[in-house]
Nanobody, 115 residues
Framework: QVQLVESGGGLVQSGGSLRLSCLAS????????VGWYRQAPGKQRELVAQ???????NYADSVKGRFTISRDNVKNTADLQMNSLKIEDTAVYYC?????????WGQGTQVTVSS
């Protein structure tokens, strides 16, 4: 059974930092592309950052220079370090793993940035 469990969300002031973590089980983690997505109220889910099997990385323009994605294939984890948070970063953040056209989602973790 595949499980993705996100943690690390919470309430933070604008300009602050949070670190999200995704723990995967039930898969060969190193074989998957890992992505962090977010969904704000009334908006579509959007890609924030993804890290491929070869450790190449892709970021959304809105988070470049502020967020850093990383993975640990031994611990089966993927982290998202979020710095200089803005109010518009408020959303539910989801971890996703995918390969060969299929994937799995975590349950999401709420990130709220206040002024």
């Amino acid at each position: 059974q595949v499980q993705l469990v996100e943690s690390g969300g919470g309430l933070v002031q604008s300009g602050g930092s949070l670190r999200l973590s995704c723990l995967a089980s039930g898969i060969i983690f190193s074989s998957y592309t890992v992505g962090w997505y977010r969904q704000a109220p009334g908006k579509q889910r959007e890609l924030v950052a993804q890290i491929f099997r070869d450790n190449s990385i892709n970021y959304a323009d809105s988070v470049k220079g502020r967020f850093t994605i990383s993975r640990d294939n031994v611990k089966n984890t993927a982290d998202l370090q979020m710095n200089s948070l803005k109010i518009e970063d408020t959303a539910v953040y989801y971890c996703n793993v995918r390969r060969l056209g299929y994937g799995y989602w975590g349950q999401g973790t709420q990130v709220t940035v206040s002024s």
